[in-house]
């Protein structure tokens, strides 16, 4: 059986691809694909901190689905905020979306 | 109703009336006269029965009606106030009782009750008349008096304060009245007060009177000092008295009881207007003439001599007092009987008449004549409450006169606008008569010669040569002056159409003239000497018995001599012959020899005062108080703080509050900000990756500070 680094450092390599996606793609839609994969590299640490503690509790497995459920919910709202976002400005370009500015 | 009882009740419906009047009845004129009449009425009833029981007494000196109240406490004793009635009280309140209720119901006709509101008068002014038109045509009447409540309510408050100070049976309660009634003689003496001339001679007689008083109540401090009291029963024992008259007072080497006694006496010198502060009491000719019978007859002048009279047995303790009493009383009888000569007005020669026979009294006191003071103070009040009364029905029938000739400027009061008001005013006239007589002293008929006549026969057998001489002279210019005012005034021919137009006054005013002429004939009859040619002995000497029993040790009457009887005679007959004489054809005051400078104007006393007193203080008030004291001073401190103040401000100001509150706290915060804001708002691009990277590049910046700094220690 692989030690629990091996997982531990496989979920932070797929959180930093995760990262550098969300701060490197121009593209919105591209920015949610990398927060997804920051969302399940935590899924993964989730799953290996239970499967590598107490079997017998069940809050890793549970904190996993319930992840899962938020980042359903999150790309929703993201996507349904991106195609809106299309509609008005005609883009999906993140450094052209700058309303938030003062 | 016990006597006791009933003395104590004598004051109070006099005071009750004024506050009556004052509070309520204000407005209504006839209820406020009713009020103030019955008030009199009433202390008038009190009064005689009182007198009438006092004379029923035997030895009523000895035990006299008393009754006193533990008033003011005095860690382990009371200070007592009472009233007292011993023969001195009984005649005085007989006199002031009569003369207040004629004044009362006179003033109802001299302030003109019944007559018309007037066309334009002013309070504060004598009422100039009003326009009434009978059967088609107009003609003018006298108008009420616009104040006439007012007036009714102070003489109520006068009459109060003497009553209180005849019935006192002690110093404190004396003075008292003594003092409301110098406040009225102020308002009464300033009634018209929209006359300058009022004001100032109200303003006068109470800052000269001030003067009297407050040697007074040195005088009564002193006193109290010494004894321990101010009860007259309790100072007038004779344990009490030698230890007066023993122990040195330490100023210029009288007794005690020589400087108390000198030092009330100066309240008395004030009070009935003697040498050297005399000069109020002719000004006070300026309130209407009821307040001048009530000042000069019944009341005030009386209270002075009054007050010394009862003070007699402390004052005779002490020689030198005494003779500075009969100095000065009799300096001031002949002074003011000279300046009297002078006067035109019909009211000054009484006022002026009035100081010279306050004079005679006190210096009958002077000489020891306790009697003949007494009895001289009560039928002067009685005819000079005529004579006053009289003057005033005068100048009312002249003012009739002046309202039908509409000329103004005709003074009423002016004798020489007289002339021939015999016929026109033949009660006024007799009864003028009767009190001037009474004041020259004709012989035998009038009750002036018999008090004077006492005086006179006291004088020379106590072998007072100069007393006697100066008031001989003095009585000599009584009778030759109120000649002249008879003369100028009701004989001859009318010398103004004014006089012509004169008329008799109605018979509120008369009635008082009849009755107070009764007095003044027949009030002399009760003093006869027991041993007076033909008279002596057919009347019992009935005052000189009564009057002279308050004293403990009766005073002898003095042995008859034919000298001080022909000098009476003589100076009376004399002074009214010549005056009749020398006047009987004088038309105009250019005419009268007498008119010389220093007599009209009175000695000048009025214009030495001025300089001396008046001006320096004035000088020292304006130069020395307003100019340097106040302005420099006071103001020099005000003045000095403002500057002081707004200096200390400025530098606060400039140097803490601008730099420091100001710019460092309230602009530097908001400078640093706003340069913080600047520099910061470059951050806010508005680019959600630039926001993610800075969070990022934070949390590995705090990251690893905890790292290196808290979790690796």
Same mark, same amino acid.
């Given at each position: 059986?692989?030690?629990?680094?091996?997982?531990?450092?496989?979920?932070?390599?797929?959180?930093?691809?995760?990262? %550098?996606?969300?701060?490197?793609?121009?593209?919105?839609?591209?920015?949610?694909?990398?927060?997804?994969?920051?969302?399940?590299?935590?899924?993964?640490?989730?799953?290996?901190?239970?499967?590598?503690?107490? $079997?017998?509790?069940?809050?890793?497995?549970?904190?996993?689905?319930?992840?899962?459920?938020?980042?359903?919910?999150?790309?929703?709202?993201?996507?349904?905020?991106?195609?809106?976002?299309?509609?008005?400005?005609?883009?999906?370009?993140?450094?052209?979306?700058?309303?938030?500015?003062? | 109703?016990?006597?006791?009882?009933?003395?104590?009740?004598?004051?109070?419906?006099? $005071?009750?009336?004024?506050?009556?009047?004052?509070?309520?009845?204000?407005?209504?004129?006839?209820?406020?006269?009713?009020?103030?009449?019955?008030?009199?009425?009433?202390?008038?009833?009190?009064?005689?029965?009182?007198?009438?029981?006092?004379?029923?007494?035997? /030895?009523?000196?000895?035990?006299?009606?008393?009754?006193?109240?533990?008033?003011?406490?005095?860690?382990?004793?009371?200070?007592?106030?009472?009233?007292? $009635?011993?023969?001195?009280?009984?005649?005085?309140?007989? =006199?002031?009782?009569?003369?207040?209720? *004629?004044?009362? $119901?006179?003033?109802?006709?001299? /302030?003109?009750?019944?007559?018309?509101?007037?066309? !334009?008068?002013?309070?504060?002014?004598?009422?100039?008349?009003?326009?009434?038109?009978?059967?088609?045509?107009?003609?003018?009447?006298?108008?009420?008096?616009?104040?006439?409540?007012?007036?009714?309510?102070?003489?109520?408050?006068?009459?109060?304060?003497?009553?209180?100070?005849?019935?006192?049976? @002690?110093?404190?309660?004396?003075?008292?009245?003594?003092?409301?009634?110098?406040?009225?003689?102020?308002?009464?003496?300033?009634?018209?007060?929209?006359?300058?001339?009022?004001?100032?001679?109200?303003?006068?007689?109470?800052?000269?009177?001030?003067?009297?008083?407050?040697?007074?109540?040195?005088?009564?401090?002193?006193?109290?000092?010494?004894?321990?009291?101010?009860? %007259?029963?309790?100072?007038?024992?004779?344990?009490?008295?030698?230890?007066?008259?023993?122990?040195?007072?330490?100023?210029?080497?009288?007794?005690?009881?020589?400087?108390?006694?000198?030092?009330? =006496?100066?309240?008395?010198?004030?009070?009935?207007?003697?040498?050297?502060?005399?000069?109020?009491?002719?000004?006070?000719?300026?309130?209407?003439?009821?307040?001048?019978?009530?000042? !000069?007859?019944?009341?005030?002048?009386?209270?002075?001599?009054?007050?010394? +009279?009862?003070?007699?047995?402390?004052?005779?303790?002490?020689?030198?007092? *005494?003779?500075?009493?009969?100095?000065?009383?009799?300096?001031?009888?002949? %002074?003011?009987?000279?300046?009297?000569?002078?006067? @035109?007005?019909?009211?000054?020669?009484?006022?002026?008449?009035?100081?010279?026979?306050?004079?005679?009294?006190?210096?009958?006191?002077?000489?020891?004549?306790?009697?003949?003071?007494?009895? /001289?103070? +009560?039928?002067?009040?009685?005819?000079?409450?005529?004579?006053?009364?009289?003057?005033?029905?005068?100048?009312?029938? *002249?003012?009739?006169?002046?309202?039908?000739?509409?000329?103004?400027?005709?003074?009423?009061?002016?004798?020489?606008?007289?002339?021939?008001?015999? @016929?026109?005013?033949?009660?006024?006239?007799?009864?003028?008569?009767?009190?001037?007589?009474?004041?020259?002293?004709?012989?035998?008929?009038?009750?002036?010669?018999?008090?004077?006549?006492?005086?006179?026969?006291?004088?020379?057998?106590?072998?007072?040569?100069?007393?006697?001489?100066?008031?001989?002279?003095?009585?000599?210019?009584?009778?030759?002056?109120?000649?002249?005012?008879?003369?100028?005034?009701?004989?001859?021919?009318?010398?103004?159409?004014?006089?012509?137009?004169?008329?008799?006054?109605?018979?509120?005013?008369?009635?008082?003239?009849?009755?107070?002429?009764?007095?003044?004939?027949?009030?002399?009859?009760?003093?006869?000497?027991?041993?007076?040619?033909?008279?002596?002995?057919?009347?019992?000497?009935?005052?000189?018995?009564?009057?002279?029993?308050?004293?403990?040790? !009766?005073?002898?009457?003095?042995?008859?001599?034919?000298?001080?009887?022909?000098?009476?005679?003589?100076?009376?007959?004399?002074?009214?012959?010549?005056?009749?004489?020398?006047?009987?054809?004088? !038309?105009?005051?250019?005419?009268?020899?007498?008119?010389?400078?220093?007599?009209?104007?009175?000695?000048?006393?009025?214009? +030495?005062?001025?300089?001396?007193?008046?001006?320096?203080?004035?000088?020292?008030?304006?130069?020395?108080?307003?100019?340097?004291?106040?302005?420099?001073?006071?103001?020099?401190?005000?003045?000095?703080?403002?500057?002081?103040?707004?200096?200390?401000?400025?530098?606060?100001?400039?140097?803490?509050?601008?730099?420091?509150?100001?710019?460092?706290?309230?602009?530097?915060?908001?400078?640093?900000?706003?340069?913080?804001?600047?520099?910061?708002?470059?951050?806010?691009?508005?680019?959600?990756?630039?926001?993610?990277?800075?969070?990022?590049?934070?949390?590995?910046?705090?990251?690893?500070?905890?790292?290196?700094?808290?979790?690796?220690?």
């Amino acid at each position: 059986m692989v030690p629990l680094s091996w997982y531990l450092v496989f979920s932070a390599a797929l959180f930093s691809i995760g990262l %550098f996606g969300v701060l490197s793609r121009r593209n919105a839609v591209a920015i949610l694909l990398g927060i997804e994969l920051m969302l399940n590299s935590v899924n993964v640490n989730l799953a290996a901190f239970w499967r590598y503690g107490d $079997v017998t509790q069940m809050a890793g497995q549970v904190f996993a689905i319930i992840v899962f459920a938020v980042a359903a919910a999150e790309v929703s709202v993201g996507l349904a905020l991106v195609i809106s976002v299309y509609r008005k400005h005609n883009t999906v370009i993140a450094d052209e979306i700058d309303m938030l500015k003062f | 109703m016990t006597t006791e009882t009933l003395i104590w009740l004598i004051p109070l419906p006099p $005071v009750l009336a004024f506050f009556l009047i004052v509070l309520f009845t204000n407005r209504n004129k006839a209820l406020s006269h009713t009020i103030a009449v019955g008030a009199a009425l009433l202390s008038w009833l009190g009064s005689m029965i009182v007198f009438v029981r006092a004379i029923g007494v035997e /030895h009523l000196g000895e035990h006299p009606f008393e009754s006193s109240i533990n008033w003011l406490p005095l860690g382990d004793s009371w200070f007592k106030i009472g009233v007292l $009635v011993d023969p001195l009280t009984a005649v005085t309140l007989f =006199f002031v009782a009569w003369t207040v209720l *004629m004044i009362f $119901v006179y003033s109802v006709g001299y /302030h003109n009750f019944g007559q018309p509101e007037g066309d !334009h008068d002013h309070k504060g002014l004598p009422p100039h008349g009003a326009t009434v038109e009978d059967h088609g045509h107009k003609h003018v009447v006298p108008s009420i008096e616009p104040m006439y409540s007012r007036f009714f309510a102070f003489i109520g408050l006068f009459a109060f304060g003497m009553f209180t100070l005849v019935v006192s049976d @002690n110093l404190l309660t004396l003075f008292v009245g003594w003092e409301i009634m110098g406040l009225c003689s102020y308002l009464l003496i300033g009634f018209w007060y929209g006359k300058k001339s009022a004001r100032d001679a109200a303003v006068k007689a109470f800052i000269t009177t001030r003067v009297g008083d407050v040697f007074m109540l040195l005088g009564i401090a002193y006193l109290y000092s010494v004894t321990g009291t101010l009860s %007259f029963r309790e100072i007038f024992t004779e344990d009490v008295l030698h230890t007066l008259a023993t122990i040195p007072s330490g100023v210029l080497g009288f007794s005690s009881a020589g400087l108390i006694g000198l030092l009330l =006496f100066i309240g008395t010198v004030g009070k009935s207007a003697q040498f050297p502060l005399h000069v109020w009491l002719p000004d006070a000719m300026e309130g209407p003439t009821p307040v001048s019978a009530m000042i !000069h007859a019944a009341t005030m002048v009386s209270a002075g001599v009054y007050a010394v +009279i009862r003070m007699f047995p402390l004052l005779s303790l002490d020689p030198t007092t *005494m003779t500075i009493i009969a100095f000065i009383g009799a300096f001031t009888a002949l %002074f003011a009987a000279t300046i009297a000569v002078a006067q @035109n007005d019909i009211k000054r020669v009484l006022a002026y008449s009035t100081i010279s026979q306050l004079g005679f009294m006190i210096a009958a006191l002077g000489i020891g004549a306790y009697v003949a003071a007494a009895f /001289h103070l +009560i039928t002067h009040a009685f005819f000079k409450a005529l004579l006053f009364l009289g003057s005033g029905s005068v100048i009312h029938g *002249m003012e009739h006169g002046v309202l039908h000739t509409g000329d103004h400027h005709v003074d009423p009061q002016d004798m020489f606008n007289m002339g021939g008001l015999k @016929n026109k005013m033949p009660i006024t006239f007799w009864t003028f008569l009767i009190g001037g007589f009474a004041l020259s002293g004709f012989p035998i008929i009038t009750a002036g010669f018999w008090s004077k006549d006492e005086i006179f026969a006291d004088a020379f057998a106590h072998h007072q040569y100069l007393v006697f001489g100066t008031l001989a002279l003095a009585a000599f210019l009584t009778a030759f002056y109120t000649m002249r005012q008879i003369t100028l005034t009701f004989l001859g021919e009318a010398r103004t159409k004014e006089a012509e137009h004169a008329q008799e006054t109605r018979w509120t005013m008369t009635t008082p003239l009849i009755i107070l002429s009764v007095f003044a004939v027949t009030f002399g009859w009760v003093g006869i000497p027991q041993h007076f040619p033909l008279l002596g002995g057919l009347v019992p000497n009935w005052l000189h018995e009564f009057v002279g029993g308050t004293l403990a040790e !009766h005073p002898e009457a003095v042995e008859f001599n034919v000298v001080p009887l022909l000098t009476s005679l003589v100076v009376a007959l004399g002074g009214l012959g010549l005056g009749f004489f020398v006047y009987r054809n004088v !038309h105009s005051a250019a005419e009268d020899k007498l008119q010389l400078g220093f007599l009209r104007n009175k000695y000048y006393f009025d214009e +030495i005062y001025d300089t001396v007193f008046i001006k320096p203080v004035t000088w020292f008030a304006d130069k020395v108080v307003y100019q340097i004291m106040d302005k420099g001073f006071i103001d020099g401190i005000l003045h000095l703080f403002g500057p002081a103040t707004q200096g200390l401000g400025d530098t606060v100001r400039n140097y803490f509050d601008l730099p420091v509150i100001n710019r460092f706290f309230g602009d530097g915060s908001a400078n640093a900000t706003y340069w913080f804001g600047g520099k910061l708002r470059v951050v806010q691009t508005g680019r959600i990756q630039n926001y993610l990277m800075l969070a990022l590049i934070v949390f590995i910046a705090v990251g690893a500070a905890l790292y290196f700094f808290v979790f690796s220690v």
